[in-house]
């Protein structure tokens, strides 16, 4: 699926996240490095995997050899300088960027989880004060950007994106669920495990498709069942807890059947557990999006060939066809997904709340 932009218009000119990882790693590879790497989307997992990769191969001499690395293998903060947060200026990253690397060949600024994509969080005089400085930088000087989102119409991004030869995007979201499934299969083939389709389906309707989350439930289960290589259907049970996804699902069949009492109190639950209000409609989102494309293959091919077209298991395709059938028509469901789009696209410029989005979207109070 090609991305989109805020208003839920696809944009043709940032790659799939496989398509991105080809660009990155070939890159990377040949020491064609870009000034500007954006690492975004809700893949926390992915997003903090490639950050070192990258990282790590900017932070080593052309001849090979570690320059101003640390003893753990992370790189040593006189060559590398990291923002978390809001508690920063434009003019520290400025500073620090200025600055020419000691006894290294290139220096890198990380910006990651930052508030310079929301207003609320950060004043959108600093976001503009970088983006009207990257560009100007040393070409010793190369930034790392790791956000779970990115306002497309702010100008930060267009900052960076205004010279494509010279900024790498990996897009960090909608992983196709096969993938997903590769990767967890390798994971237990890794600590000497097995598991069959049937299971592995039943684990990602525990942890939904969150891969650090998943990481976490593989490990656990393989310190669970101890020398035994397979996993169980009882293992998932026994070790494993429905996760935030899961729920919202059941959200958005209350809200289909109109109920909802009972949609706000699975929303009242979710936030008891301490799922930002952001988390669940990010989940609403990509739930009705998952729905849509489901929908749009309609009776015309098997439930099976369907799923294998959509990168997903059956079993989970089936899951969303049922959910499909609670609406009226195909239509109902792609003005739902616009409604969370544009609500997302409120929430992000700083319009309303998040938990004011979420509500409206429940309640049905429209956009």
Not at 140 to 158: G, H
Not at 166 to 171: E, N, P
Request: proline share 3%.
């Amino acid at each position: 699926m090609a991305a989109r932009n805020n208003t839920g218009k696809k944009r043709k000119d940032e790659p799939s996240f496989g398509e991105g990882l080809k660009v990155l790693n070939a890159g990377l590879k040949a020491g064609a490095f870009t000034h500007f790497y954006l690492l975004y989307g809700d893949q926390a997992y992915l997003r903090n995997f490639y950050r070192n990769q990258i990282r790590d191969t900017l932070m080593k001499s052309e001849s090979g050899f570690s320059m101003g690395m640390g003893k753990d293998g992370g790189a040593d903060s006189m060559n590398l300088a990291v923002f978390t947060g809001s508690d920063f200026t434009a003019k520290q990253v400025i500073d620090a960027a200025d600055t020419l690397p000691f006894f290294a060949e290139r220096r890198v600024i990380i910006l990651e989880d930052t508030g310079l994509w929301n207003s609320r969080q950060m004043p959108s005089t600093e976001s503009e004060a970088l983006a009207e400085y990257f560009g100007s930088q040393p070409d010793t000087t190369y930034f790392i950007l790791s956000e779970p989102a990115v306002d497309r119409t702010r100008k930060l991004y267009r900052a960076l994106t205004k010279n494509r030869q010279d900024c790498t995007i990996l897009r960090c979201e909608d992983i196709p669920q096969d993938m997903i499934a590769k990767w967890i299969v390798n994971l237990f083939r890794q600590a000497g495990k097995t598991i069959g389709s049937g299971v592995l389906a039943m684990l990602l309707s525990y942890t939904g498709e969150d891969m650090l989350h998943i990481r976490s439930e593989v490990e656990k289960l393989c310190a669970y069942t101890g020398d035994r290589a397979e996993i169980r259907p009882q293992d998932i049970q026994d070790v494993c807890t429905p996760v935030a996804q899961d729920r919202v699902f059941d959200m958005i069949e209350a809200i289909a059947e109109k109920r909802t009492d009972r949609a706000l109190r699975i929303y009242a639950d979710l936030l008891r557990l301490q799922t930002p209000p952001q988390v669940i409609l990010a989940l609403m989102e990509r739930q009705y999006k998952t729905m849509m494309q489901v929908k749009d293959f309609g009776q015309s091919i098997s439930d099976a060939e369907a799923a294998a077209r959509l990168g997903m298991t059956t079993w989970f395709y089936s899951k969303y066809a049922a959910a499909c059938r609670r609406y009226a028509s195909a239509r109902e469901i792609r003005d739902a997904y616009a409604s969370c789009i544009r609500a997302d696209a409120l929430y992000k410029s700083g319009r309303i709340e998040d938990r004011v989005a979420v509500e409206m979207l429940i309640t049905g109070a429209g956009f």
